[in-house]
């Protein structure tokens, strides 16, 4: 079992920073690729980032590349979601999720997910 933690959440104005948290505990953090998923009031879960176990590969969806980065630190078991340029449509529940080995865009093939954590990006 893995268990995830989000922090860092939280209501900002548009155009400002947020830096989310996700602390893992359980198994060795490393074997994981890392994802931050989010959904808003009413849509779907969207595929946010994700990270693969070393941290040197990166992939984001088109409506945050530029303005997002994921990363990752191993040796606090903690994986971390810089937002800039926060726009009122990034309003969402923000998840991370841990994938065995393989670092996915599909949330399906996420084994284990965080309990999210609210942001809210104010105009």
């Known amino acids: 079992q893995v268990q995830l933690v989000e922090s860092g959440g939280g209501l900002v104005q548009a155009g400002g920073p947020l830096r989310l948290s996700c602390a893992a505990s359980?198994?060795?953090?490393?074997?994981?690729?890392m994802g931050w998923f989010r959904q808003a009031p009413g849509k779907e879960r969207e595929f946010v980032a994700t990270?693969?176990?070393?941290?040197?590969?990166?992939d984001y969806a088109d409506s945050v590349k530029g303005r997002f980065t994921i990363s990752r630190d191993n040796a606090k078991n903690t994986v971390y979601l810089q937002m800039n340029s926060l726009k009122p449509e990034d309003t969402a529940v923000y998840y991370c999720?841990?994938?065995?080995?393989?670092?996915?865009?599909?949330?399906?093939?996420?084994?284990?997910w965080g309990q999210g954590t609210q942001v809210t990006v104010s105009s």
């Open positions: 359980g198994r060795t953090f490393s074997n994981y690729a």
């Open positions: 999720a841990a994938a065995f080995q393989r670092s996915t865009r599909v949330g399906d093939e996420y084994d284990y």
């Open positions: 990270i693969n176990w070393s941290g040197g590969s990166t």
